[in-house]
């Protein structure tokens, strides 16, 4: 059992900062690529950054050059720091781990619960 637990949302101007956090636990063998998605009601949730193990990263348009991915290999532990903050940020932000449970087994994806981020104008 894997679980993944968010953290750092709120509620922040624009123009402001945010961090998120997520710390993955359980019966963990390595973690591939993590991420960070974002879902606003009505939508389909969308990739926002990704980082593989070596820190390969990748980001969405609307965030490059405002959002930071990275990660901690140690903790389990995946971030996402946000500059710049615009209203039309807002919405709830998922973390997304491909985790390795066993040598013999290929990778499978876990969610977080979800953690909100609202931008005042």
């Not at 679980?3 to 636990?25: I, M």
């Not at 963990?28 to 193990?53: D, F, H, S």
């Not at 807002?90 to 619960?113: F, K, M």
């Amino acid at each position: 059992q894997v679980q993944l637990v968010e953290s750092g949302g709120g509620l922040v101007q624009a123009g402001g900062s945010l961090r998120l956090s997520c710390a993955a636990s359980g019966s963990i063998l390595i973690i591939n690529a993590m991420g960070w998605y974002r879902q606003t009601p009505g939508k389909q949730r969308e990739l926002v950054a990704t980082i593989t193990r070596d820190g390969s990263t990748n980001y969405d348009d609307s965030v490059k050059g405002r959002f930071t991915i990275s990660r901690d290999n140690a903790k389990n532990t995946v971030y996402l720091q946000m500059n710049r903050l615009k209203p039309e940020d807002t919405s709830v932000y998922y973390c997304n781990d491909a985790v390795q449970l066993r040598i013999s087994r290929p990778s499978e994806t876990y969610w977080g619960q979800g953690t909100q981020v609202t931008v005042s104008s």
